[in-house]
């Protein structure tokens, strides 16, 4: 099993920037992937961006050139650095990663990012 806990979120007017860090244990060694999604207000879950082991990244279109995902194997951890934060920007961000093997996701529990006009 993988354990995700995130931190960094809070309250930040737009333009400002934020890093989101999520940090895993378990059985960290098969992630495959990590990412993080968001759940804005009256909205589903959403992609932001992944990360492989490898480091090619994908991210959603609206938030490219302003989010940078990365991660480090060798401490468990994967970061969101968000710039030129919008209103939209708005939500619960969530860890993600990716089993090697099963393909099965594991959650973080969420941090509450709120961009303000």
């Known amino acids: 099993q993988v354990q995700l806990v995130e931190s960094g979120g809070g309250l930040v007017q737009a333009g400002g920037s934020l890093i989101l860090s999520c940090a895993a244990s378990g059985s960290t060694w098969s992630m495959h992937v990590m990412g993080w999604y968001r759940q804005r207000p009256g909205n589903e879950r959403e992609l932001v961006a992944t990360?492989?082991?490898?480091?090619?990244?994908n991210y959603q279109d609206s938030v490219k050139g302003r989010f940078t995902i990365s991660r480090d194997n060798a401490k468990n951890t994967a970061s969101l650095q968000m710039n030129s934060l919008k209103p939209e920007d708005t939500a619960v961000y969530y860890c993600?990663?990716?089993?090697?093997?099963?393909?099965?996701?594991?959650w973080g529990q969420g941090t509450q990012v709120t961009v303000s006009s």
């Open positions: 990360i492989r082991q490898g480091g090619i990244t």
């Open positions: 993600n990663c990716i089993e090697s093997v099963t393909g099965r996701r594991y």
